[in-house]
Every structure is written in structure tokens, then in C-alpha cells.
């Protein structure tokens, strides 16, 4: 069974920082581009930051560049989100997905973890 599982997320004060965690099973991911997403309450999904199968493109939502950073292990099939600064408008579910298709630029991920919770406070 093919899964994504986000760890890290929690409640942090404003300027703090967390470190989300996506750990892959079932499959290897070293070939599929993956991504982070986020969904605040009475809001649409919106994207946050992906990179590509290699590693090499890391692309991000303008409201957290220079904030976070998405990284990759591809030999623990895992990607991980960095987040400083943090505002209480990052408060959200932030879910990890991943590409299927190898080696795919398309970007249309359509496999999805179940999401953690972040809470920044004021």
C-alpha cells in the first residue's frame, strides 16, 4: 500500500519554527517529483512548495519564499519542509503529495497524505 505520512506539525508562537516530515511507503519516490500543500480553515488548497525527482528545482509560493525550504532524501524517501518565521497566517493542514509519474515536470500530484496540523499563535 503506497502512503505519505506528514509528521512535525504543531503549535508555535509567531517568528518560530517547525520542520514537517513526509515519510513514503510502498514505493519508492526517488524518480516522482514531490510537494507540499497547506488548507487553512474555509479556505482552498493552495500549493506551498515543490521540487523535482532530482532535487535540483525547488520551487515555492510567493507568501513563504525565504521563509521555507523543501529538501529530499531520496535514499530515505523522505522530503521534509522547513519553516521559519512563521505568521499566523501559515496556520493550516499541510499535506505532502508526490507526482506518480516518473520524471514528470507536470506537476499534477495525485497521491496524498492525510495531512498535520500547524498553529501559529499571535
Known amino acids: 500500500q503506497v502512503q505519505l505520512v506528514e509528521s512535525g506539525g504543531g503549535l508555535v508562537q509567531a517568528g518560530g519554527s517547525l520542520r514537517l516530515s513526509c515519510a513514503a511507503s510502498?514505493?519508492?519516490?526517488?524518480?516522482?517529483?514531490m510537494g507540499w500543500f497547506r488548507q487553512a480553515p474555509g479556505k482552498e488548497r493552495e500549493f506551498v512548495a515543490r521540487?523535482?525527482?532530482?532535487?535540483?528545482?525547488?520551487y515555492y509560493a510567493d507568501s513563504v519564499k525565504g521563509r521555507f525550504t523543501i529538501s529530499r532524501d531520496n535514499a530515505k524517501n523522505t522530503v521534509t519542509l522547513q519553516m521559519s518565521s512563521l505568521r499566523p497566517e501559515d496556520t493550516a493542514v499541510y499535506y505532502c503529495?508526490?507526482?506518480?509519474?516518473?520524471?514528470?515536470?507536470?506537476?499534477?500530484?495525485?497521491?496524498w497524505g492525510r495531512g498535520t496540523q500547524v498553529t501559529v499563535s499571535s
Open positions: 503529495a508526490a507526482d506518480s509519474r516518473a520524471y514528470s515536470s507536470k506537476n499534477q500530484f495525485d497521491i
Open positions: 510502498g514505493r519508492t519516490f526517488s524518480r516522482n517529483a
Open positions: 521540487i523535482t525527482w532530482s532535487g535540483g528545482g525547488l
